[in-house]
Every structure is written in C-alpha cells, then in structure tokens.
C-alpha cells in the first residue's frame, strides 16, 4: 500500500466518520439504542438536520487549513486563521464556541495566535490537524510539532490541545509509514499519557458519552481505535459512544484510515459519502502528499 493510499483513505476517514457521527452528535448512548438500535449508515439528520453523508465542521475546517496550505506551499499560522476566517463568513452548518470567540478576535486584530487559556482545551484543533499531518511527512519532529501548534493556536492556545494536536499528528505520520496499531500504541497513546494524565484511556468504565473536552474526545477515541481490529468496527464503536460523536468519528476515522488503507473502505460508506467532500479530500490527500515528495 503507497502511502498516498493511506493518506487517501485517513482523509475518507476523517470525512465518513464526521459523516457517520453527527447522525448522533450529543445523543447518549442509551438514546441511540433505543432509536438505531446499532448506528451504523450514513444517514444525515441528527440535530443539524443534515442530509445522509453531509459532513461538518471537523471535515470543512481540515479543507479549508488544507487548501491554505497548498496556497502557501507550508502551514502558515496568518493563511490559516484567514482561510478558517473565510471557512465562517460562509456560514458553516456547525461552529464550535471557541473557534468562533477567537476567529472574531482575528478579525478585530489580525493577530493568527490566540492567547494562551487553559480552558480552551477543547478538540476543535485537534479535529482538523490531518492536512499538517499530509503536509510535514518527512520533516523533523521538532519542526512537525512547529506546524502543528501555527494552525492550532488560531483558535486553540492551550497545553493540553497542543499534546493532542501533535500526537495525533505523528500518530497518523507514522501509520502512513506503515507502523502497526500496537507501534502506535506504545510509541504515541502511552506516552501522551504519561506526560498527561488527562489522556489516559484504559479505565475500568468505558468511555461513554465524551465531551468536546479533548482528553474526553480522545479517550473514546483511542478506547475504540485501539480495541477493534478493523476500520468499519472502530468508527461504529466510536460514534454509538454518543457525545461528541461527530468529532470521535472524525478523529477515529482519520487514525483507522492510515492504518486500514482504503481497501478495507465498506463501499456503502463511501458510496453514501457527499460526493464533492469525497472529491475534495481524495484531491487533498494527494496534493499534500505531493507537496513533501513521499508520494
Ligand atoms: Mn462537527
Ligand atoms: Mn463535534
């Protein structure tokens, strides 16, 4: 498998779990048995009432980053608040509250990095870090974590995000490569956790309905990633979680894509994927691999 492949199918992955996701987005999953039984197709509605493989703002955001950075030929922390400034003034179907509070600080002062705040630890940086991921294969780590925290701290200035974002970042790298589920584990989920807390995700319950909080996304994340053995398993156990599900799906999505490949796609998935968002990510995964020459 190339690893244009893999990166192909991590960005189908990021879309179809957004997709799949946000049929049940901040549903429990008591409510979500009681009314799909399994949620298992993408079907729209949910409470944005979307149409059956509509995505979100996990999806848009990473295509608008994305195509800043091949505007700009590397991520760039001014590009990217500008095209996450043009991604809003389009009205989006959904917009979390700390990416807007600090976008319209953007606008006023035209600064691309938020102030630092602990309590903008949610996930809605880490969702959209695939394209910077794509774009640094092959860079140092040191100039990896660089980008990663530029298209970040646009609208999340936070410690705990920033672990997140760059974990997940070379996670995905890695798995482009080739690395296996259990190198992924102990080269990157442990270690995350061992220098956060926050992040560890083997507790005796289940995570179940996790917050936008993301050490609660990537809990339910890396507990449905690391438990299943194959790409349909893993984004069904994620999102039946409920909570935030279009974003553990996103996430789970884009990891279980790089490791599966897109061989192990389920063809009615991607079939019943929007079919310009299908367009638009295959394009992306393939302009940005491009970009490093690792094609
Ligand atoms: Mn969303
Ligand atoms: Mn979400």
Redesign the pocket.
């Known amino acids: 498998m190339t690893i244009t492949d893999r990166a192909i199918a991590s960005y189908l992955g990021l879309a179809i779990g ?1 997709a799949l996701g ?1 049929t049940v987005e901040f549903m429990t999953p008591r409510e979500i048995a009681v009314q799909y039984g399994t949620h298992a197709n993408l079907i729209g509605g949910g409470w944005l009432h979307l149409k059956p493989g509509q995505v ?3 999806t848009t955001m990473a295509l608008a980053l994305g195509e800043s950075i091949l505007a700009q030929g590397r991520v760039d922390a001014l590009a990217a608040a500008q095209a996450f400034d043009a991604w809003m003034r389009a009205k989006p179907v ?1 917009i979390g509250n700390t990416v807007r509070r600090n976008l319209l600080q953007f606008r006023k002062t035209g600064e691309p990095h938020a102030p630092y705040s602990d309590h903008d630890a949610g996930n809605g940086a880490a969702m959209r870090v695939l394209p910077v991921s794509l774009a640094t294969l092959g860079q140092s780590e040191d100039a990896v974590r660089v980008a990663c925290r530029a298209q970040a701290h646009v609208t999340h200035h936070c410690a705990l995000s920033d672990a997140a974002c760059e974990t997940l970042v070379l996670m995905v790298q890695d798995a482009l490569r080739g690395a296996t589920k259990n190198d992924l584990l102990h080269q990157h989920a442990h270690p995350l956790a061992a220098r956060h807390p926050e992040f560890k995700f083997r507790a005796v319950r289940q995570s179940q309905n996790p917050s936008g909080y993301v050490a609660d996304t990537l809990q339910a994340v890396f507990q449905s990633f690391f438990d299943t053995d194959d790409f349909r398993g893993c984004l069904i156990d994620v999102v039946n979680r409920g909570g935030d599900a ?2 553990t799906g996103a996430i789970a999505g884009m990891l279980a894509g790089a490791l599966y490949g897109l061989e192990e796609m389920p063809e009615e998935w991607l079939k019943a994927l929007d079919a310009n968002t299908l367009r638009s990510c295959e394009g992306q995964a393939r302009a940005l691999i491009k970009l490093t020459g690792k094609s």
């Open positions: 957004d946000s979100t703002d996990d959904d279009d974003t």
